[in-house]
Structures are given as structure tokens and as C-alpha cells.
DNA sequence: AATGTGACTACCC
DNA sequence: AGGGTAGCCACAT
């Protein structure tokens, strides 16, 4: 089953405004610890048909992972920051205080 | 049909 | 501390 995939798809809607994930914590809520790869390509695959806050989502050193030459990574930032989620320095997101926990599940 | 690649990470040397 | 590797898996060529 692909399952994975579609766990993934599911934690990443439910990632509350405000909030943000990494790849891997999605991954690993997801079943694979291993499969953070997999949580950015439905991002790009199925933001369109499910309306991902793809925005949510993070590198785990707490930093956008698009290069600053694409315009998404400065339209994520301003998502982010519109949601409440502010960026240090470096545009760095404060994991420990912006991190979804997403236990209930 | 096979091979390479990617909004990534964690592990191992 | 820093660089290389493995693992996930759909999509492009």
C-alpha cells in the first residue's frame, strides 16, 4: 500500500496555520524516518489536487529549502510570516518554538 | 524499459 | 567537524 504517501499527504494538511514541519518529522510521523524525499516530491505532486499548505514545510535545520533564485522561496516566507511564523536571523525559523507536534494521531 | 534525479535526512567514516 | 552514502519512490528522459 502507499500508504506512506498518503500519510503524508494527510500530515501535511493538517499542519496547523502558525505551525510548521520538517521533511523528516513528516516522514518519520509517516512511517519512514527515511523518507523525507518523498514528503518534498508529493509537495510539488499534489499541492494542486489537495491544496497542501506546502509552505508548512521546512528543511530540518529549520531554513526554507528552495534557493533564494525561485520566487517560492520568498513567497513561502511571506506565508509563513502572514500565518505568525517568524524568521531569525539568516532566515532561519525557530524550530523550538514553531515545530508542529503532531502526536494526535 | 532502464537509468537518473530531486523542496531531504540520518548515519557512518 | 566534515564529507560521503544509503534509503524512499514518482516522474523525466
Same mark, same amino acid.
Given at each position: 500500500?502507499?500508504?506512506?504517501?498518503?500519510?503524508?499527504?494527510?500530515?501535511?494538511?493538517?499542519?496547523?496555520?502558525?505551525?510548521?514541519?520538517?521533511?523528516?518529522?513528516?516522514?518519520?510521523?509517516?512511517?519512514?524516518?527515511?523518507?523525507?524525499?518523498? #514528503?518534498?516530491?508529493?509537495?510539488?505532486?499534489?499541492?494542486?489536487?489537495?491544496?497542501? %499548505?506546502? &509552505?508548512? #514545510?521546512?528543511?530540518?535545520?529549520?531554513?526554507?529549502?528552495? %534557493?533564494? *533564485?525561485? %520566487?517560492?522561496?520568498?513567497?513561502?516566507?511571506?506565508?509563513?510570516?502572514?500565518?505568525?511564523?517568524?524568521?531569525?536571523?539568516? *532566515?532561519?525559523? *525557530?524550530?523550538?518554538?514553531?515545530?508542529?507536534?503532531? &502526536?494526535?494521531?
Amino acid at each position: 500500500m502507499q500508504e506512506l504517501s498518503l500519510r503524508i499527504i494527510e500530515l501535511i494538511a493538517a499542519i496547523p496555520a502558525g505551525q510548521v514541519a520538517t521533511y523528516g518529522q513528516i516522514a518519520a510521523m509517516a512511517g519512514n524516518h527515511r523518507a523525507a524525499r518523498q #514528503v518534498s516530491r508529493v509537495l510539488h505532486t499534489c499541492t494542486s489536487k489537495y491544496q497542501l %499548505p506546502w &509552505h508548512r #514545510v521546512i528543511g530540518a535545520a529549520g531554513k526554507i529549502s528552495i %534557493p533564494k *533564485d525561485q %520566487p517560492g522561496y520568498t513567497k513561502q516566507k511571506k506565508k509563513l510570516e502572514e500565518e505568525g511564523v517568524l524568521f531569525g536571523l539568516g *532566515d532561519t525559523i *525557530d524550530l523550538n518554538q514553531y515545530r508542529w507536534s503532531g &502526536h494526535n494521531k
